[in-house]
């Protein structure tokens, strides 16, 4: 069982907006830890996508977007692409662990 | 522009040794406020830290992990290594060198993976 819980599964049409939900607790996200997330496509590294709970890497499209609140976060994707169907994974620090920590995944199905 | 390469053994034996090592070009290991560390991913499961060492040296591991794993880094190769001891089947993944700047920063670049197999 993961320290940051994802949904298994989300899905959505070409166009439409899905949200992705990453849920921690007081000794990572509320400690004040940061979350970012990384799509990951089958045979290649993770990529990462936001980081600092709301900031792009460049060349990553403004419709992917993250926000975190109290000992939750999320990232959603607008104007769903067909080549955004992939695995997500958040990501934070935990204190109680003292290191890092990743959520179990989420496997986005663009219909 | 930053690449990371691993390479070592792809099949290990059951109670052996596991050792990968992490080649760094474009950029010195050595560079202030980088962590390196490994992650993996088990066939069908999803990712999981093993740990890094900080460019001071000082390192963190997964607790659940922690008696069996080292992280090491040689700066004159501009290399890191991880070494996990006792394998099982359990430890069969793909196992990811990975560069983080920092806990607020996210792990901003990846080796391109490397399957491990634990298989007698």
């Known amino acids: 069982q993961s320290v940051l819980t994802q949904p298994p599964s989300v899905s959505g049409a070409p166009g439409q907006r899905v949200t992705i939900s990453c849920t921690g607790s007081s000794s990572n996200f509320g400690a004040g830890y940061d979350v970012h997330w990384y799509q990951h496509l089958p045979g290649t590294a993770p990529k990462l996508l936001i980081y600092g709970n709301s900031n792009r890497p460049s060349g990553v499209p403004d419709r992917f977007s993250g926000s975190k609140s109290g000992t939750s976060a999320s990232l959603a994707i607008t104007g769903l692409q067909a ?29 | 522009q930053l690449q990371l390469q691993e390479s070592g053994p792809g099949l290990v034996k059951p109670s052996e040794t596991l050792s990968l090592t992490c080649t760094v070009s474009g950029g010195s290991i050595s560079s202030s406020s980088y962590y390196w560390g490994w992650i993996r991913q088990p066939p069908g499961k999803g990712l999981e830290w093993i740990g ?69």
């Open chain 2, 52 to 120: 890094s060492i900080y460019y001071s040296g000082s390192t963190n591991y997964n607790p659940s992990l922690k008696s069996r794993v080292t992280i090491s880094v040689d700066t004159s190769k501009n290399q890191f290594s991880l070494k996990l001891s006792s394998v099982t089947a359990a430890d069969t993944a793909v196992y990811y060198c990975a560069r983080q700047r920092g806990y607020s920063y996210g792990v901003d670049y990846w080796g391109q993976g490397t399957l491990v197999t634990v298989s007698s």
């Open chain 1, 83 to 111: 080549e955004d169907e992939a695995d997500y994974y958040c990501q934070s620090y935990d204190s109680s662990l003292s290191g890092s920590v990743f959520g179990g995944g989420t496997k986005l199905t663009v219909l």
